[in-house]
């Protein structure tokens, strides 16, 4: 949808990438004569085409910032026998967007960095955490 509605940053991709071409007949069907539609993913993930065209009209009109998922932002979708296409397409689709740009990037934001699950900003009194953090005043 992002190639044949526009909705990607066609500069960027022009500079800024290798073979985008190549993938675009791949996913226009031109490669192997199958378009990788909305209605052919939803054959594939049984996921409604309704909701990927919804998705990607949301993604391809904003800036987004995609992350890996999973526990502590390991990429649990990786971790099957295709998963290496699942990640490689985050990368294609966030160069569509101009990866790099304010607001455009990817990645685990939590990963590697130091999280103090005791801070709290001047003036709490206490945190609200679903029942899981005790009362602390601040010192």
Same mark, same amino acid.
């Given at each position: /949808?992002?190639?044949?509605? $526009?909705?990607?940053? *066609?500069?960027?991709?022009? *500079? ?12 226009? $069907? ?5 378009? *990788?539609?909305?209605?052919?993913q939803e054959g594939e993930s049984g996921i409604p085409a309704k909701d990927v065209r919804a998705l990607a009209r949301d993604? @391809? ?8 998922? @999973? ?6 979708? !990786?971790? !099957? ?8 397409? /985050?990368? !294609?689709? /966030? %160069? ?10 990817m990645g685990g934001m939590q990963q590697g960095t130091p999280v103090d699950h005791h801070f709290f900003f001047q003036g /709490?009194?206490? %945190?609200?955490?679903?029942?899981? !953090? ?6």
């Amino acid at each position: /949808m992002w190639i044949t509605e $526009g909705l990607y940053d *066609k500069d960027y991709v022009a *500079k800024r990438t290798v073979g985008f071409e190549k993938w675009k007949d791949y996913i226009l $069907g031109k490669e192997d004569g199958i378009p *990788k539609t909305p209605e052919w993913q939803e054959g594939e993930s049984g996921i409604p085409a309704k909701d990927v065209r919804a998705l990607a009209r949301d993604w @391809g009109t904003k800036r987004t910032h995609l992350a890996a998922g @999973g526990i502590i932002g390991f990429g649990s979708a !990786c971790r !099957c026998a295709t998963g290496n296409e699942w990640a490689r397409s /985050m990368v !294609c689709l /966030m %160069a569509m967007q101009g990866m790099g740009k304010p607001g455009v990037n990817m990645g685990g934001m939590q990963q590697g960095t130091p999280v103090d699950h005791h801070f709290f900003f001047q003036g /709490m009194r206490r %945190a609200v955490c679903q029942g899981t !953090c005790r009362e602390r005043p601040w010192p």
